[in-house]
């Protein structure tokens, strides 16, 4: 067939071209460039064709703009005096790895094919790993059309590496399906140890499949009875050849029309025996001795309570003489369709008594893909990396409610796509977790909060545009960078109204993914540090201003300098230019500082004040090691943090202190903090012994987020956290200390402290804008 000028892609991506609903309203025209994103720099290939859907992935170099930071030579000059800034600022080219997933119906695979070979340029590979049933019906039509060699790989095992990859990489990709929530997705917090668990594939049959490790697994058992079955006697029952239009059907009817249910054979008497009298004693049961017609639709439920309780009694079995809590439930009998989850749900809570738990993926169709993607990249060692989700280039869950409209209706011509970012360094969980399976970064969940949903979505629309003239601003010498801005601000946009009709279209959505979503956009457009200028100017400024503050703090007796270094602390993270009120305010004063910020805060006792049991613990032994996690630059990390890390140090504590390894608002960066602490050095011979004898460690969190997830951290960190033996976390800042990790719970002491800097926010919390949290934390004995 031939290749369209554009096609439809859904935006917030339903699970496969079945699913029902309004999606071609909702969808947005793309050019096949956007879709097959940056193959030009394709390096390899893996696909999976199945009855009616392919799904292609590679792997490409991305390259884009990075703004890097380096020390100018100050040797000889006064420092204090100096208003040179204190580093110049360079923008580089950085390349970096992409992993691209794309899903499209069969009938679009030539076309494909085509505008893939009019695109291949650097290719690095002569073969391609095909993975499902159409690996080998499309094998002479690749091979043809891409010039590479079709290597097919075993399904099973392609499903279990995918489930593996975004079980382990992608933090939101498990949910419970809940009939009467809303929504109804409930996203589960990933695991730090995903095995073992049960993955129950439906596909014509089902597959159960017990997973161990990342590479043992065994098939344990299956049946013939599956979708296939649904599918042919669905048919055969009501003369409906298409898969999807049989579960419209179904999610139309009343299976009690059609089956026997436990009132029907006991009367009454089915409450003596502890039964609900709604529960099916026999499908189709009914149709046996009632003289009438049965509907399509009553058929069609039927056919798919028996089905999906037979598959979900058989997968309580398994899981029960396996010893394993966690089901997985794949293939294309699921796909996203709420009728099907509802029903699997349902039957693994009744006959688990709910002691199983039926999970699906956020990615289900992709396992396949991704799976034979990683069998033929096994010599690049792909899982010793971590890897994130791109907002920015990635479809969403699409709820596929069956009531959103008629089958014929559904996705004919849309795209779903999922981009995966490789990251630097591997990510683990933080050491001083207490209960690394529990934890929850995120203090709201604004699934669930419809008002505080609906709050900070309209806060960051409004802040749109300030966002937009800031990063036209940062790049003055660019003569397209007005240009760019306005993509971003339509992208970041078209992702806020997604986000607004499906809320769980990324997993749970909360603060910390609204900013993250805003940083994945801004680089798609290069603008990698718009707040690169700000903050060398607000450096320079701060470390002029630090001798003086360390002389007057070193001038206070003990007890008020305890309480002035926490105010300075306190004052320090005022200077956010991610809140709106703050931004405001450096905008239309530039003569706000320091002391401004400490004539802001609120007056003790503040809105939580733990500030005398934390004197206390101070008249006590010092901790052997400080984890510090720091906020924004400039005020914030030279005269807030340092002259604190400074106390520590004096008083016999090692300090670790741990920077974002890449730019978000404001933010201190590591590659910053290392200019910043050597600039203090030259000044404070504190600082500088501690640096020389590494009693003073500074380190890089991996992560490039306004927000902190303690689950996700910088192996080198969590190695460094263990062998110093840290014994108290800071953990500082709106973002990484009430957006998030307000209620996380550590087996050491913890400080966590802000200023809430959103008026919105502190009235919720009980306070007025400029409100201080002061959270002294022990854990119990």
Same mark, same amino acid.
């Given at each position: 067939?031939?290749?369209?000028?554009?096609?439809?892609m859904?935006?917030?991506?339903?699970?496969?071209?079945?699913?029902?609903?309004?999606?071609?309203?909702?969808?947005?025209?793309?050019?096949?460039?956007?879709?097959?994103?940056?193959?030009?720099?394709?390096?390899?290939?893996?696909?999976?064709?199945?009855?009616?859907?392919?799904?292609?992935?590679?792997?490409?170099?991305?390259?884009?703009?990075?703004?890097?930071?380096?020390? %100018?030579?100050?040797?000889?000059?006064?420092?204090?005096? #100096?208003?040179?800034?204190?580093?110049?600022?360079? /923008?580089?080219?950085?390349?970096t790895?992409?992993?691209?997933?794309?899903?499209?119906?069969?009938?679009?695979?030539?076309?494909?094919?085509?505008?893939?070979?009019?695109?291949?340029?650097?290719?690095?590979?002569?073969?391609?790993?095909?993975?499902?049933?159409?690996?080998?019906?499309?094998?002479?039509?690749?091979?043809?059309?891409?010039?590479?060699?079709?290597?097919?790989?075993d399904? &099973?095992?392609?499903?279990?590496?995918?489930?593996?990859?975004?079980?382990?990489?992608?933090?939101?990709?498990?949910?419970?399906?809940?009939?009467?929530?809303?929504?109804?997705?409930?996203? *589960?917090?990933?695991?730090?140890?995903?095995?073992?668990?049960?993955?129950?594939?439906?596909?014509?049959? $089902?597959?159960?499949?017990?997973?161990?490790?990342?590479?043992?697994?065994?098939?344990?058992?299956?049946?013939?009875?599956? +979708?296939?079955?649904?599918?042919?006697?669905?048919?055969?029952?009501?003369?409906?050849?298409?898969?999807?239009?049989?579960?419209q059907?179904?999610?139309? +009817?009343?299976?009690?029309?059609?089956? @026997?249910?436990?009132?029907?054979?006991?009367?009454?008497?089915?409450?003596?025996?502890?039964?609900?009298?709604?529960?099916?004693?026999?499908? %189709?049961?009914?149709?046996a001795?009632? #003289?009438?017609?049965?509907?399509?639709?009553? @058929?069609?439920?039927?056919?798919l309570? &028996?089905?999906?309780?037979?598959?979900?009694?058989?997968?309580?079995?398994?899981?029960?003489?396996?010893?394993?809590?966690?089901?997985?439930? !794949?293939?294309?009998?699921?796909? !996203?369709?709420?009728?099907? &989850?509802?029903?699997?749900?349902?039957?693994?809570?009744?006959?688990?008594?709910?002691?199983?738990?039926?999970?699906?993926?956020?990615?289900? +169709?992709?396992?396949? =893909?991704?799976?034979?993607?990683?069998?033929? =990249?096994?010599?690049?060692?792909?899982?010793?990396?971590?890897?994130?989700?791109?907002?920015?280039?990635?479809?969403?869950?699409?709820?596929?409610?069956?009531?959103?409209?008629?089958?014929?209706?559904?996705?004919?011509?849309?795209?779903?796509?999922?981009? &995966? #970012?490789?990251l630097?360094?591997?990510?683990?969980?933080?050491?001083?977790?207490?209960?690394?399976?529990?934890?929850?970064?995120?203090?709201?969940?604004?699934?669930?909060?419809?008002?505080?949903?609906?709050?900070?979505?309209t806060?960051?629309?409004?802040?749109?545009?300030?966002?937009?003239?800031?990063?036209?601003?940062?790049?003055?010498?660019?003569?397209?960078?007005?240009?760019?801005?306005?993509k971003?601000r339509?992208?970041?946009?078209?992702k806020?109204q997604?986000?607004?009709?499906?809320?769980?279209?990324?997993?749970?959505?909360?603060?910390r993914?609204?900013?993250?979503?805003?940083?994945h956009?801004?680089?798609?457009?290069?603008?990698?540090?718009?707040?690169?200028? /700000?903050? *060398?100017?607000?450096?320079?400024?701060?470390?002029?201003?630090?001798?003086?503050?360390?002389?007057?703090?070193?001038?206070?007796?003990?007890?008020?300098?305890?309480?002035?270094?926490?105010?300075?602390?306190?004052?320090?993270?005022?200077?956010?230019?991610?809140?709106?009120?703050?931004? #405001?305010?450096?905008?239309?004063?530039?003569?706000?500082?320091?002391?401004?910020?400490?004539?802001?805060?609120?007056?003790?006792?503040?809105?939580?004040?733990?500030?005398?049991?934390?004197?206390?613990?101070?008249?006590?032994?010092?901790?052997?090691?400080?984890?510090?996690?720091?906020?924004?630059?400039?005020?914030?990390?030279?005269?807030?943090?340092?002259?604190?890390?400074?106390?520590?140090?004096?008083?016999?504590?090692?300090?670790?202190?741990?920077?974002?390894?890449?730019?978000?608002?404001?933010?201190?960066?590591?590659?910053?903090s290392?200019? $910043?602490?050597?600039?203090?050095a030259?000044?404070?011979?504190?600082?500088?012994?501690?640096?020389?004898?590494?009693?003073?460690?500074?380190?890089?969190?991996?992560?490039?987020?306004?927000?902190?997830?303690?689950?996700?951290?910088?192996?080198?960190?969590?190695?460094? /956290?263990?062998?110093?033996?840290a014994?108290?976390?800071?953990?500082?800042?709106? +973002?990484?200390?009430?957006?998030?990790?307000?209620?996380?719970?550590?087996?050491?002491?913890?400080?966590?402290?802000?200023?809430?800097?959103?008026?919105?926010?502190?009235?919720?919390?009980?306070?007025?804008?400029?409100? /201080?949290?002061?959270?002294?934390?022990?854990?119990?004995?």
């Amino acid at each position: 067939m031939s290749w369209p000028g554009t096609f439809k892609m859904a935006e917030c991506g339903a699970s496969g071209s079945g699913s029902s609903g309004d999606s071609l309203d909702k969808s947005i025209t793309l050019p096949p460039d956007e879709i097959f994103r940056n193959l030009e720099n394709a390096k390899r290939f893996a696909i999976d064709i199945g009855g009616s859907l392919t799904k292609l992935a590679y792997y490409s170099t991305v390259q884009h703009k990075v703004a890097k930071v380096r020390s %100018f030579d100050h040797s000889g000059k006064d420092t204090e005096c #100096d208003h040179e800034p204190p580093y110049e600022i360079s /923008v580089q080219e950085e390349i970096t790895a992409r992993l691209h997933f794309i899903k499209f119906e069969n009938t679009y695979i030539e076309a494909c094919l085509d505008f893939i070979k009019d695109h291949l340029v650097n290719t690095e590979t002569k073969v391609i790993q095909a993975t499902g049933g159409g690996a080998y019906k499309f094998k002479d039509l690749i091979e043809e059309k891409l010039q590479l060699k079709v290597d097919k790989e075993d399904v &099973m095992t392609c499903l279990i590496k995918g489930c593996n990859f975004v079980l382990k990489n992608i933090p939101h990709e498990a949910f419970v399906y809940q009939k009467d929530a809303d929504p109804e997705f409930r996203f *589960q917090t990933n695991h730090p140890h995903i095995f073992p668990y049960l993955l129950v594939n439906i596909g014509s049959g $089902v597959s159960i499949v017990k997973v161990e490790t990342e590479d043992r697994f065994e098939w344990v058992g299956g049946s013939s009875i599956g +979708g296939g079955t649904f599918w042919g006697l669905g048919a055969l029952l009501t003369k409906t050849k298409k898969f999807d239009e049989l579960l419209q059907l179904a999610s139309r +009817g009343q299976h009690s029309n059609v089956d @026997m249910l436990v009132r029907d054979v006991y009367g009454g008497a089915h409450q003596t025996l502890g039964l609900s009298g709604n529960l099916i004693a026999s499908s %189709f049961g009914k149709s046996a001795t009632a #003289d009438q017609e049965f509907s399509k639709e009553d @058929m069609a439920k039927s056919l798919l309570h &028996m089905i999906s309780n037979d598959i979900g009694q058989l997968a309580c079995l398994h899981a029960r003489l396996h010893s394993l809590d966690r089901v997985y439930f !794949g293939g294309f009998f699921i796909r !996203g369709h709420p009728v099907t &989850m509802r029903t699997i749900t349902y039957s693994i809570n009744f006959f688990s008594k709910g002691e199983v738990q039926a999970l699906f993926l956020r990615h289900e +169709g992709y396992l396949g =893909a991704i799976g034979a993607f990683l069998k033929g =990249a096994e010599q690049d060692n792909p899982n010793q990396y971590s890897w994130g989700e791109n907002y920015a280039g990635s479809s969403g869950l699409m709820s596929t409610s069956p009531e959103l409209g008629p089958a014929q209706r559904a996705r004919s011509g849309t795209f779903d796509l999922l981009e &995966m #970012d490789r990251l630097e360094r591997p990510l683990v969980n933080l050491p001083l977790l207490l209960d690394p399976p529990s934890y929850v970064p995120d203090t709201v969940d604004l699934t669930d909060d419809a008002l505080a949903r609906k709050y900070w979505l309209t806060c960051f629309e409004e802040a749109l545009d300030g966002v937009v003239k800031r990063a036209v601003a940062s790049q003055p010498d660019s003569a397209d960078a007005a240009e760019r801005a306005e993509k971003f601000r339509q992208k970041y946009w078209n992702k806020l109204q997604t986000l607004r009709q499906q809320p769980f279209a990324y997993g749970t959505l909360t603060v910390r993914s609204l900013l993250d979503t805003r940083e994945h956009c801004l680089n798609e457009f290069n603008f990698p540090d718009p707040y690169s200028k /700000v903050k *060398q100017r607000e450096n320079g400024v701060a470390l002029r201003c630090f001798p003086r503050v360390v002389r007057s703090l070193d001038a206070l007796g003990w007890e008020e300098r305890q309480l002035a270094l926490v105010k300075g602390l306190l004052a320090g993270n005022v200077f956010d230019w991610g809140a709106k009120a703050v931004s #405001d305010v450096l905008e239309s004063d530039p003569h706000f500082g320091f002391e401004e910020a400490k004539r802001k805060l609120q007056e003790r006792p503040w809105l939580v004040d733990s500030y005398s049991k934390w004197l206390q613990r101070l008249k006590g032994p010092p901790h052997k090691c400080a984890l510090i996690f720091a906020d924004n630059s400039g005020i914030d990390i030279i005269l807030g943090v340092f002259p604190f890390v400074r106390e520590l140090l004096l008083r016999g504590t090692e300090v670790i202190l741990a920077c974002n390894s890449g730019p978000a608002l404001n933010d201190v960066t590591h590659s910053e903090s290392l200019i $910043v602490a050597e600039r203090i050095a030259g000044m404070d011979p504190v600082v500088h012994s501690a640096l020389q004898e590494e009693r003073l460690l500074l380190v890089q969190t991996g992560s490039s987020s306004p927000c902190l997830d303690l689950s996700r951290l910088d192996k080198g960190l969590a190695a460094l /956290v263990r062998e110093r033996g840290a014994d108290l976390v800071v953990i500082e800042g709106m +973002g990484r200390a009430v957006h998030t990790n307000y209620h996380a719970a550590l087996r050491c002491e913890s400080l966590k402290l802000a200023v809430v800097k959103n008026a919105w926010l502190a009235e919720r919390l009980g306070g007025r804008l400029f409100s /201080v949290i002061f959270k002294y934390e022990v854990p119990a004995e």
